[in-house]
């Protein structure tokens, strides 16, 4: 009996020793925070508190393949996503695992591009485009006090210099800047200087339309040779000054940024070229042919395709065709060894012809595609009704304003001011002494009458007028081998700048 007493006890002994064993096993929970719990961006750093019980060892993973075995670890995301962080709660054998999300925000990125990339030139149009990413405002400042908060704006810088432009691309609680260096120069205009008839070729005389400052020579300067031609005419086309060279006859061009010349001139089927007028792709080049004062039947209008630099059609026209313009889709051709004005039809290329009382030379058109042009006296055929015309281009109709005295020079004896207000027209005026030089007349275009008082006088050999950026320009050349120069003048007829240029300059590009 004794015996079965003691078995009974050590049986309920080790009943309780179990269950006693049972009781103390541990209430393992897994609990964790982090911080900041939201606006996370790459390379921010989340701090997380552990804020489990009862636990001895932790084991993090912190959803990109990093992990820690730390209390109250802080890891560095180095990439935007969603990561699953888990934490492992151990004591012994009895775990709990926890687990939350992080959201690691994506960065905005602030990033800009701008064409031109270079030659940006005062008064060109830079244009931006934004690559940013992530960014739902922008603000720009241009370097020069001038701002934008547009997407993608575009600027006009008008002095020169360099400038630091910045974009601030940014969202709520992220921003970036990013700053660019954008190098901005003098526009440069060009004086073409004709040289002369006993073998100077022509020079190219810059103008720098910021510090009023000139430079010969600055073909040669640029491109390291002489120029082979005596330019008749230049224009800025498409991003290039194409010019008209006589003597060698052939057409040339220069990029209207560098002025360097990259390419071989048009000299096939090109005689004598005296002036152009472009439409898309083409340009219309007037051309004598050859010895037109001995023979009119040889002049020609060339159509030049300027993407294959050839001359795809000649249209012939004689007469001497001198000046153009483009208007209503018919090219008008200023003759000078007839007393008419030839128009073509751009699509038929049907001729007709405006009868004149004098030989014409030049064209100005306005804001309506209506044209003036410059009636002139010549020794080949003389005239008295010289003067301006205006064409009505819808119907061609022309009404004639005589003026005396007219100059026959080359190109540039009529330009318009900037609103087209006042023409500037050159001719010619006795002084006191009744010794016959140059002079600059206005027509005002809103009275249709010349001015009574001349806008300048007794300016000897004079060579050609033209405005340009709000200031008249006259070109002298006294002597036909000596260089000459421009005289500057406000269009109150202020003399406000005096440059030498090449030898005989008549006009003036941008």
């Known amino acids: 009996m004794k015996n079965k007493v003691k078995i009974f006890t050590f049986i309920a002994a080790l009943i309780f020793v179990f269950s006693a064993c049972e009781d103390d096993d541990p209430n393992v929970i897994a609990c964790f925070n982090y911080s900041p719990e939201q606006s996370i961006k790459v390379g921010d750093t989340v701090y997380f508190t552990n804020c489990s019980q009862e636990a001895l060892e932790y084991t993090w993973s912190f959803g990109d393949a990093a992990t820690s075995t730390e209390s109250e670890p802080y890891h560095i995301y180095d990439q935007a996503g969603t990561f699953t962080v888990t934490l492992i709660a151990a004591n012994g054998g009895i775990t709990e695992t926890v687990s939350k999300e992080v959201n690691i925000a ?68 992220d921003s970036q800047t990013v700053t660019q260096n954008i190098s901005v120069t003098a526009d440069l205009s060009y004086i073409i200087n004709y040289g002369s008839f006993s073998g100077d070729k022509s020079t190219i005389t810059a103008y720098n339309n910021y510090t009023n400052e000139v430079e010969n020579g600055y073909y040669k300067t640029v491109n390291e040779v002489d120029l082979t031609s005596n330019v008749q005419y230049a224009y800025n086309y498409k991003g290039n000054i194409y010019m008209m060279g006589n003597n060698a006859d052939q057409i040339f061009w220069v990029n209207n940024k560098t002025f360097e010349q990259t390419a071989n001139p048009i000299t096939t089927d090109i005689i004598k070229p005296r002036y152009f007028v472009g439409k898309d792709d083409y340009l219309y080049v007037s051309c004598w042919g050859g010895d037109i004062w001995t023979d009119e039947s040889l002049s020609y209008i060339a159509k030049v395709n300027i993407a294959t630099s050839l001359v795809e059609k000649k249209i012939a026209l004689p007469g001497g065709p001198e000046g153009l313009a483009i208007a209503n889709n018919k090219l008008y051709a200023a003759l000078g060894y007839k007393d008419s004005i030839a128009v073509i039809d751009l699509t038929s290329e049907a001729i007709s012809y405006i009868e004149t009382e004098a030989v014409s030379s030049y064209f100005v058109k306005d804001n309506d595609d209506n044209l003036y042009v410059s009636f002139v006296s010549t020794w080949s055929d003389p005239s008295t009704s010289d003067g301006l015309g205006y064409i009505n281009t819808s119907n061609d109709e022309l009404t004639t304003y005589n003026f005396s005295g007219v100059s026959s020079s080359y190109v540039n004896v009529l330009s318009a001011n900037d609103d087209f207000s006042k023409l500037y027209l050159m001719t010619s005026a006795y002084d006191a002494s009744w010794n016959l030089t140059g002079a600059v007349a206005i027509f005002d275009v809103a009275s249709k009458s010349f001015e009574t008082s001349l806008f300048a006088e007794g300016i000897s050999g004079l060579n050609g007028v033209e405005c340009h950026d709000g200031k008249v320009f006259t070109f002298v050349s006294e002597s036909a081998t000596a260089n000459g120069k421009a005289m500057v003048y406000s269009e109150d007829g202020t003399k406000q700048e005096e440059y030498e240029t090449g030898i005989a300059p008549f006009m003036i590009v941008k």
């Open 106 to 173: 994506k960065e905005v990125v602030a990033c800009f591009t701008f064409s031109p990339e270079e030659n940006i030139q005062v008064g060109d149009t830079v244009h931006f485009t934004n690559c940013s990413e992530e960014a739902t405002d922008y603000a720009w400042n241009f370097g020069d006090s001038e701002t934008s908060t547009e997407t993608e704006p575009f600027h006009v810088f008008t002095q020169p210099g360099n400038f630091e432009v910045s974009l601030t691309a940014s969202k709520p609680d």
